[in-house]
Nanobody
Framework: QVQLVESGGGLVQAGGSLRLSCAVS????????MGWYRQVPGKGRELVAV???????NYADSVKGRFTISRDNAKNTGYLQMNSLKPEDTAVYYC??????????????WGQGTQVTVSS
């Protein structure tokens, strides 16, 4: 069984910082890309940042220069460092990972989502 467990969400004032973590547990062969998404009421789920297995990163324009995605392959954990937070960053944040459980089993997994609220 594979599970993504998120932590680090919460309430923060504008200009503050939060660090989200996404721990992948279970028997896995390889984690390919990992990404962070967010969703607000009435809108679709938005890709915030993605990191490949090789460490290449991409960010949504709205978070460039403020957010940093990273991963620790030895710990099977991904991170999203969020600095200079704005009220418009308020959303439910989801971790996503593309995982090979075995050489013959590829699957896409989602975390349960964690609320990030930025007060103004």
């Amino acid at each position: 069984q594979v599970q993504l467990v998120e932590s680090g969400g919460g309430l923060v004032q504008a200009g503050g910082s939060l660090r989200l973590s996404c721990a992948v547990s279970g028997s896995i062969f390889s984690i390919n890309a990992m990404g962070w998404y967010r969703q607000v009421p009435g809108k679709g789920r938005e890709l915030v940042a993605v990191i490949t297995s090789g460490g290449s990163t991409n960010y949504a324009d709205s978070v460039k220069g403020r957010f940093t995605i990273s991963r620790d392959n030895a710990k099977n954990t991904g991170y999203l460092q969020m600095n200079s937070l704005k009220p418009e960053d308020t959303a439910v944040y989801y971790c996503n990972a593309d995982i090979w459980r075995t050489l013959l089993s590829r699957h896409n997994y989602w975390g349960q989502g964690t609320q990030v609220t930025v007060s103004s």
